[in-house]
């Protein structure tokens, strides 16, 4: 499974202006519902939001994969978004995220949900792309940082 089998570069943001949790998920689940990867962008946020109240996907290091199921979409979805100061995301090492991994997944699709999720983590925890995904200046650049990675 590749990054880009879920993820739309028209789902990408380099500039997240949201400061905390909540808005930066409903900023990113506006993008989805703008671009037709979803049909309701509320009931989406509503979605995610129980699931962070089960513990914060902000995981540390600057990252949080926000995810859920939702009957909004038909397929696996995800949208990325980057913070320049970063968003009080109660990570559980306390510190500001700065990349937030949205994943959103039809209600009957486990195991594609955690594969898209694995493939994600996996990703991330190498130091070096999660700095060049931040130190990036456009959407083509982050495109071309992905899949140079996901090509391993």
């Known amino acids: 499974m590749k990054v880009f089998d879920f993820l739309d570069s028209q789902s990408?943001?380099?500039?997240?202006?949201?400061?905390?949790?909540?808005?930066?998920?409903?900023?990113?689940?506006?993008?989805?519902?703008?671009?037709?990867?979803?049909?309701?962008a509320q009931t989406v946020l509503t979605a995610l939001m129980e699931r962070e109240k089960l513990g914060s996907t902000g995981i540390g290091?600057?990252?949080a994969?926000?995810?859920?199921?939702?009957?909004?979409?038909?397929?696996?979805?995800?949208?990325?978004?980057?913070?320049?100061?970063?968003?009080d995301f109660e990570a559980l090492d306390g510190e500001p995220v700065h990349l937030i991994f949205l994943l959103v997944a039809p209600l009957d699709s486990a195991g594609q949900h955690?594969?898209?999720?694995?493939?994600?983590?996996?990703?991330?925890?190498?130091?070096?792309?999660?700095?060049?995904?931040?130190?990036?200046?456009?959407?083509?650049?982050?495109?071309?940082?992905i899949q140079d990675e996901d090509a391993y």
């Open 12 to 40: 990408i943001v380099i500039d997240l202006k949201s400061p905390t949790k909540k808005e930066a998920i409903d900023e990113l689940c506006q993008v989805l519902a703008t671009n037709g990867k979803i049909k309701n």
């Open 61 to 63: 290091q600057g990252i």
């Open 65 to 87: 994969i926000p995810h859920g199921k939702s009957e909004a979409t038909e397929t696996l979805v995800a949208a990325l978004g980057i913070s320049r100061k970063g968003v």
């Open 114 to 145: 955690l594969k898209a999720l694995a493939r994600i983590s996996r990703l991330l925890k190498d130091k070096f792309f999660r700095q060049s995904l931040r130190d990036a200046k456009s959407i083509e650049e982050i495109q071309k940082i």
